[in-house]
Nanobody, 118 residues
Framework: QVQLVESGGGLVQAGDSLRLSCTAS????????MAWFRQSPGKSREFVAN????????YYADSVKGRFTISRDNAKATVYLQMNSLKPEDTAVYYC???????????WGQGTQVTVSS
């Protein structure tokens, strides 16, 4: 079955960087558009960034534009989220998913926790 495994989260200070990874299995990854989402305590899950299956197009939420970069390595079936200049408000559980016209297709996995201290 299709499986997505997120990793790379941690506890960092404001201004630090982290790189999240999401590795897929059971799917033709190179044909899938991917996205990162996040959920903070008490808030709904929100979109962070996406990348089309070609890798040619990316799109970011305004809150992370200029600080986060989404990329993919189809040979490794992995999508990345490079997060720079982290802020306390970036604290959340981060999830990846396969998307179709921005709609996540799979059940959510465990995600990876990112905590940014001030």
């Amino acid at each position: 079955q299709v499986q997505l495994v997120e990793s790379g989260g941690g506890l960092v200070q404001a201004g630090d960087s982290l790189r999240l990874s999401c590795t897929a299995s059971g799917v033709t990854f190179s044909r899938m558009s991917m996205a990162w989402f996040r959920q903070s305590p008490g808030k709904s899950r929100e979109f962070v960034a996406n990348i089309m299956w070609t890798g040619e197009y990316t799109y970011y939420a305004d809150s992370v534009k200029g600080r986060f970069t989404i990329s993919r390595d189809n040979a490794k079936a992995t999508v990345y989220l490079q997060m720079n200049s982290l802020k306390p408000e970036d604290t959340a559980v981060y999830y990846c998913n396969i998307i179709d016209y921005d709609v996540p297709l799979l059940a959510w996995g465990q995600g990876t926790q990112v905590t940014v201290s001030s």
